[in-house]
């Protein structure tokens, strides 16, 4: 852990000190700073944004009852996604995961937008990512992504560490399958197709 995440964590355990006393500020505070990483996260569970933001709320909400039992075993971050991730997984067996209808903007798109190799490369991986479970797509996200180590995933998923460990490496194994294939299927190379 590097010095800045230190001090984040240092930050949200006082944030959380606050809210066990009933600091609504506090857990303001707090879900302002986690909001766009637990929305990155949750969609590697889901891609309805409507379960997205319901399963942050309860997310926050079950932060805010158990502040005061926060005992600092991890960081606040590895707490708070533990939390994130069990009330996403009872949010996808309430709802399921229907696909959600395509974005509309992606048709408004402009020529300068399609060269836009940074939004085609991410796309690729969304796509990529799209073939794994569930829980695959967590351990990559949570690793790569968030940057957790594999014993804070083993915490947060509540599981053992070689539990993460298999998870992560056949989701590389699938991903290295499936990357290549979904290259050759994108509109850019089959312009370039004889």
């Known amino acids: 852990m590097n010095d800045d995440d230190i001090d984040a964590d240092v930050t949200d355990r ?7 006393t009933g600091d ?4 303001s505070v707090l879900y302002r700073s986690y909001h766009g990483r637990l929305c990155r996260f949750l969609s590697r569970l889901t891609r309805r ?18 502040a005061g039992s926060f005992h600092g075993d991890s960081r606040v971050s590895t707490w708070l996604m533990g939390i994130a991730y069990r009330c996403g997984l009872k949010a996808l067996r309430q709802h399921g995961d229907e696909p ?22 991410r796309d690729w991986l ?20 968030v940057g957790h180590t594999l014993d804070d995933v083993a915490v947060i998923m509540q599981c053992p560490v070689g539990t993460v460990k298999a998870r992560l490496f056949h989701a590389r194994v699938k991903l290295r399958n499936v990357l290549p294939a979904l290259a050759g299927n ?5 312009e370039n197709a004889p």
């Open 24 to 27: 609504r500020a506090a857990l």
């Open 100 to 121: 959600v209808e395509d974005d509309p903007r992606s048709e408004q798109r402009t020529p300068e937008h399609d060269l836009d190799e940074d939004r085609e490369l």
């Open 14 to 20: 006082m944030l959380l000190q606050r809210m066990s």
């Open 49 to 66: 944004p409507d379960v997205i933001e319901e399963v942050i709320n309860d997310c926050f909400w079950v932060a805010w009852q158990k």
């Open 126 to 145: 969304s796509k990529g990512l799209d073939h794994l479970s569930a829980d695959q797509r967590v351990v990559i996200e949570l690793v790569y992504g």
């Open 186 to 190: 994108s509109p850019k190379h089959k």
